[in-house]
């Protein structure tokens, strides 16, 4: 069966650390891949789009990778913040052709000052 | 733009009572998807819309759900009758484009409580 798996516990980073958030996936063949952002009561929010023929997305200190021999997305955040405190969703293309994303659980994120 | 816009935020009802859920979409967006968050079972898509047609109702839980979408910038998504495993935080999102990359665009979402 299709699985995405994003680390469940939360991850402790010291202010001004780079953070560095895992996603790996099985019996996909997605063509690209979405990172968001989800704070406490909020929906999610969009921050990159990866595509299966890009190695590597950029967008201010944020830092997308994606090894689809590995079948797996490293998502990065540079000189973290507090304000980066969150959590972070990656989603692919369900399978079949249809349009709709399939979402991982997410990873809560902490930066602490 | 206001974004997607989504009520109530926060419904509490007893079980065997009708719930109704309502969205509007970003005006434009030709995608309109509803789906489901909980702790265990996190983001969850129930089904998708593409103008105004419903595409994949496959995560639709049971026949107690069901979803509508009458013009372009209204759509629903009623329980009945709710039951407190309904319980959980339901978004909906448009997109311009839900295929090839489309990003989607949350409403803020509707904490839904069934006692």
């Known amino acids: 069966s299709q699985k995405i798996e994003q680390n469940s516990e939360a991850l402790n980073i010291q202010e001004g650390k780079t953070a560095t958030l895992t996603c790996n996936y099985t019996n996909y063949s997605p063509a690209y891949l979405q990172w968001y952002r989800q704070d406490p009561g909020r929906g999610p929010v969009f921050l990159l789009l990866i595509r299966e023929n890009e190695k590597e997305k950029r967008k201010e200190r944020l830092k997308v990778t994606f090894d689809t021999t590995l079948k797996q997305s490293l998502f990065h955040i540079t000189a973290s913040q507090p304000a980066d405190s969150a959590t972070y969703l990656c989603a692919l293309l369900s399978g079949g052709g249809a349009d709709g994303l399939t979402f991982g659980k997410g990873t809560h994120l902490i930066i602490q000052p | 733009d206001a974004g997607v816009i989504q009520s109530p935020r926060h419904e509490v009802t007893e079980m065997g009572q009708e719930v109704t859920l309502r969205c509007k979409p970003i005006?434009?967006?030709?995608?309109l998807f509803w789906y489901r968050q909980t702790m265990m079972r996190g983001l969850e898509l129930l089904i998708y819309f593409n103008n105004n047609v419903p595409i994949d109702d496959s995560g639709m839980p049971e026949d107690r759900f069901s979803a509508k979408m009458p013009n372009a910038s209204f759509s629903t998504l009623k329980i009945q009758p709710s039951e407190p495993r309904d319980s959980a935080v339901y978004f909906c999102?448009?997109?311009?484009?839900?295929?090839?990359?489309?990003?989607?665009?949350f409403g803020e979402g509707s904490r839904l409580t069934v006692l």
């Open positions: 999102a448009s997109s311009p484009d839900g295929r090839f990359g489309g990003e989607l665009f």
């Open positions: 005006s434009g967006h030709d995608y």
